[in-house]
């Protein structure tokens, strides 16, 4: 607990969000973090595309967080600050927020089996784990909607008579969630080849991704 409270300190004393701390073999002590989200409307307002963070970023908060363990006495022997990577865990109502409309992973604490709004087909009872796009769900809270279409190949045609797979939908609690993840699917053109900037490794020096 006193390793969690003076990584967050640390890291929101520096104007960012802490996303994940990590404890890896070796004494690798893995802090991720991010610029705090501006908001849709300022970010529409704007008309530009959301920063992201950069290894100065990076190393500005790991000098400071080697100063802040040092302190509290917190054993290591690696630290490694870096931005998130493709597969960016959401935590809370804010991210949920921040990231609508893009397609997220997510795992249930416990299996659902039955169907989800507005779903054509029953969701295997003991099944936990959904893929599809974060929506808003009608009266309030949250939903992902996907088809179980399969993905046309590369170079594949496919016929516009042909009629489009029903949606499935699933709509959720945040307190139903064990995790919540956005889908590592590379796309150069948007958010994903932004998302892991780099990284500062306090014994190694900085190391661009």
Not at 35 to 63: I, N, S
Not at 117 to 134: D, E
Not at 179 to 207: C, Q, Y
Request: net charge negative; with cysteine; aromatic share 6%.
């Amino acid at each position: 607990m006193a390793l969690q409270q003076t990584v967050e300190q640390t890291v929101a004393g520096l104007g960012y969000d802490l996303i994940e701390i990590e404890r890896s073999a070796g004494g690798l002590l893995r802090v991720t973090i991010d610029l705090p989200w501006a908001g849709p409307h300022l970010e529409q307002a704007a008309g530009a595309p959301e920063p992201f963070v950069t290894v100065e970023d990076c190393e500005k908060v790991t000098r400071q967080l080697q100063f802040a363990l040092e302190v509290d006495g917190v054993d290591y022997k690696r630290l490694e600050v870096s931005s998130p990577g493709i597969d960016r865990p959401l935590r809370g109502e804010k991210d949920f927020e921040r990231f609508v409309g893009e397609v997220i992973d997510i795992t249930l604490k416990a299996p659902i089996g039955a169907v989800g709004q507005g779903a054509a087909t029953p969701v295997a009872a003991n099944r936990k784990k959904f893929r599809g796009t974060l929506e808003r769900a009608e009266g309030g809270g949250w939903q992902i909607v996907w088809s179980d279409a399969p993905e046309p190949k590369p170079g594949q045609k496919v016929s516009k008579k042909r009629a489009p797979a029903p949606l499935q939908a699933l709509g959720f609690a945040l307190d139903e969630l064990r995790e919540a993840r956005l889908a590592p699917i590379v796309d150069f053109k948007g958010r994903k080849a932004k998302t892991r900037e780099g990284s500062f490794d306090a014994a190694g020096g900085d190391t661009p991704a």
